[in-house]
């Protein structure tokens, strides 16, 4: 069990540092040029890491560039990416009425070192010179450079997109009017909710299977998840307005004690208590605050704001649900097994070969940027399988609780505590 708990600690608390995050890029129109304002990570840009391939920049082989390029002073990184500039201009795709336009470089401005642990964003604006009755605009950047938030500012109806890394926006009126859809945000905000449970939100995977932990019984599970849905709802709209500002650095902490209650309340209790639906709303809405830093990073487009806030919750549910059914898919027939007392050998042995054939996905994901980010839930599933197993092969009255629910809760705790420390000490 120690051996186990070392390593889901190890595989998962890598997940918190380093974290790459989406440049935002603001165009706006002034006179005869315009003018890009972008927000991004310098450092990244400057080590060569591919951000299509690394969510964590400590996964990447240039890691150590980077640390180093992350401790660098203000004026020594500036001059850096001051020469690193026609590089980067070569892989901006700036199109005024389908034609490339020369880029030039007006200011970069880095903030001071602060924690290098954390990931400092930098100011960077070029310009780029409109020829005389130009009508349309289209930007795009190498795939490398990963997401990019683009606004188009200072005019109505404006043009806003999140471009998967490596894409472009159509060709849009320099005058404005080209907003897209309610509906099409909507649809394009489902999947970075998605994202951020599956596979970015490690801490609320965890809290969800906390909760399905509780019992084997569908009733409390669709008490806890409706308290919880219907508190991080109101909490992501209040803090997306702006009406609600709590700091990460004490959202964080708390998000992870919430999982440790939730975790250890599992193994003192078998079934739902006339309490916990109140305290699991409170919960929410803590993790509420959190799926709103998400937000934050690049915000919501203003003329579309509900419809993408609507989009970006469904795609946080559809998230949950998610990992709901996978773990209800790794452990069903243990729960039905348990429910005799018999033991059931070749299930336990079909338990083991699922568990061989979860890490034999490692394989073809090896050569990938995907198995960073994958790893925590290819363990978390192949521990679900495991302690499956042992469940089918030991003969017991609801094994499933003392064999696979406890010890789950267990890590999960163990795991939360240490994020917990880590997030308020390291």
């Known amino acids: 069990m120690s051996t186990v708990l070392l390593v889901w600690i190890t595989l998962v608390s890598t997940a918190a540092a380093h974290e790459t995050l989406p440049a935002i890029a603001d165009m706006t129109k002034e006179g005869d040029q315009l003018v890009f304002d972008i927000r991004l990570n310098v450092e990244s840009l400057l080590s060569g890491i591919d951000l299509t391939s690394f969510t964590d920049t400590n996964d990447a082989p240039q890691a150590a560039v980077y640390d180093d390029l992350r401790a660098q002073d203000p004026a020594a990184l500036e001059a850096a990416f001051t020469d690193f500039w ?59 450079y990963g997401v990019l938030v683009f606004r188009q500012m200072g005019v109505d109806a404006a043009y806003t997109d999140y471009l998967e890394a490596g894409a472009s926006t159509p060709a849009f009126s320099l005058t404005g009017g080209d907003q897209a859809s309610g509906l099409a945000t909507f649809i394009e905000y489902i999947p970075v909710g998605f994202d951020h449970i599956v596979p970015k939100g490690l801490d609320h995977i965890l809290f969800v299977l906390g909760l399905f932990f509780l019992s084997t019984r569908m009733r409390p599970l669709i008490w806890q998840i409706s308290a919880f849905t219907l508190a991080h709802t109101i909490t992501l709209a209040l803090a997306a307005l702006g009406w609600v500002n709590i700091p990460g650095s004490i959202v964080e902490p708390l998000i992870a004690l919430s999982i440790v ?97 979860v890490f034999l996905l490692m394989i073809p994901l090896s050569g990938t940027g995907l198995l960073p980010d994958l790893i925590p839930l290819i363990a978390i599933v192949a521990i679900l399988l495991g302690l499956s197993a042992v469940s089918a092969s030991v003969p017991r009255f609801d094994g499933y609780r003392e064999i696979v629910a406890m010890p789950g809760s267990v890590l999960i705790a163990v795991v939360a505590a240490y994020w917990c420390v880590e997030r308020v000490f390291l």
Not at 119 to 136: K, M, N, V, Y
Not at 317 to 330: D, H, N, S, T
Request: net charge negative.
């Open 86 to 144: 026609p590089t980067m201009a070569e892989n901006i795709d700036v199109l005024v009425d389908g034609t490339p336009v020369p880029l030039t470089l007006a200011s970069v401005s880095v903030p001071e070192v602060g924690d290098v642990d954390n990931i400092r964003t930098s100011d960077l604006q070029f310009t780029a010179a409109l020829p005389e009755g130009a009508d349309t605009v289209s930007v795009g950047w190498a795939s490398e």
């Open 261 to 357: 209650y939730v975790a250890v309340e599992n193994i003192f209790t078998d079934g739902l208590s006339r309490w916990r639906p109140a305290v699991i709303f409170g919960f929410g809405l803590l993790h509420g605050l959190g799926f709103a830093s998400v937000l934050a990073e690049f915000g919501l487009p203003e003329n579309s704001f509900i419809p993408a806030l609507i989009g970006f919750n469904i795609g946080v549910e559809i998230g949950q649900l998610a990992v709901i059914a996978v773990a209800f898919l790794c452990v069903t027939k243990a729960i039905d097994n348990s429910k005799g007392g018999d033991a059931n050998i070749p299930m336990a042995v079909a338990y083991l070969v699922a568990m061989a054939a």
